[in-house]
């Protein structure tokens, strides 16, 4: 997600390259022995992925990951045969906003889906400027196998237009044969956010009523204001589903994720079939230099045979819910009921296996 003042700033990264500068060295005749190459491990990689990617999301499809992030003023798309080598990755701009209109500014939280034999990239827009109230959520389409290049169509707004609110962190739901979308949004009374599901008729269009699964309920999810629920992700295992959401908000170091669950067989529409986790299942830790740890991601290692999370954090504390946000990803194991064990972030700037076939 973002926060009430990310329309203020755009993505501006700064990659400098130091050399080895002459002023640094005393004249002589005898030439400077050059400084070794560092290092480079075939078998290792470290987090942060990228300097800047809040809200990170990872689509796999035909050998290759494609990776989105918050840009703000554009959609990109990375892709890659590996997410170790998602710094060394190219990016394209697949989507650049109309300069003005209602989804001509604030782009947030994208997210990729292959659905029916396209594509189909879901994310969060609003007019140009300050007003946030109107942020909602859009899709665009492409036919091509490679969303990276191909021409992406705008399918317009998706929403219920009985309860039509402030809607962002879209996400989908595959169970018992019908499609769902998840998001963050309002209930047009109060600005508490909460998770609600519709039922969808086709990737661009929600049918019947909408329903609010989570709100800020435990301690935990209420460091704010605003108080916070969103990004809305479902990972599934075994005769689960699990919704792994964000709580609290992103301008604070609480940021953090909890977890509803539900069968893989219920009907994810009715509230009875989620139980909603008392506790966080991910949070910060400074020892990693990991704050406002959350909006994630899944996916799976090359082989398929390894359950990864990527998600943002702040590598210091009280960097807020702007670019310093930076995506991170770790292996999981899963607990003997069946849910996820995420266990805690590890540390930055320290090896770590990459995933199992790469």
Not at 61 to 85: F, V
Not at 269 to 291: D, E, G, I
């Amino acid at each position: 997600m973002r926060n009430l003042c990310k329309f203020t700033r755009r993505t501006l990264l700064a990659v400098v390259l130091l050399g080895n500068l002459a002023c640094g060295r005393t004249k002589t005749a005898v030439p400077p022995v050059a400084s070794p190459p560092p290092k480079v491990s075939s078998t290792t990689f470290q987090n942060p992925l990228l300097p800047s990617g809040p809200d990170p999301f990872v689509a796999q499809k035909d050998g290759y990951y494609y990776y989105l992030h918050t840009l703000n003023d554009r959609l990109a798309i990375w892709r890659t045969a590996t997410m170790s080598g998602l710094g060394s990755a190219p990016s394209t701009v697949v989507w650049t906003p109309p300069a003005n209109g209602a989804a001509s500014g604030n782009l947030w939280a994208p997210e990729l889906y292959f659905l029916d034999g396209k594509w189909y990239l879901y994310y969060t827009a609003g007019p140009t400027g300050t007003n946030l109230g109107l942020q909602r959520t859009w899709v665009l389409e492409n036919a091509n196998a490679n969303p990276t290049v191909g021409t992406w169509t705008d399918k317009g707004r998706i929403f219920n237009p009985i309860e039509d609110f402030w809607a962002i962190d879209a996400t989908v739901l595959e169970q018992n044969g019908n499609r769902y979308l998840l998001w963050s949004g309002h209930n047009g009374i109060d600005g508490v956010q909460r998770i609600y599901i519709s039922r969808m008729a086709n990737p661009w269009t929600l049918t019947g009523p909408r329903v609010e699964l989570s709100r800020p309920q435990y301690a935990w999810e209420n460091v704010g204001p605003p108080f916070v629920n969103e990004g809305p992700e479902i990972i599934k295992h075994d005769n689960k589903t699990f919704l792994v959401y964000s709580a609290s908000f992103c301008g604070t170091d609480d940021y953090a994720l909890g977890l509803l669950t539900a069968s893989s067989t219920a009907d994810p529409m009715l509230l009875s079939s989620w139980t909603k986790s008392t506790t966080p299942v991910f949070s910060q830790r400074p020892a990693s230099r990991a704050y406002a740890t959350g909006h994630n991601g899944f996916f799976k290692s090359k082989d398929g045979t390894e359950d990864w999370i990527i998600y943002h954090a702040n590598s210091n504390p009280g960097e807020g819910c702007v670019e310093k946000r930076n995506p991170r990803m770790q292996k999981f194991a899963w607990n003997a009921d069946g849910s996820p064990n995420f266990g805690v972030p590890v540390p930055i700037n320290t090896d770590i296996l990459k995933p199992s076939g790469e």
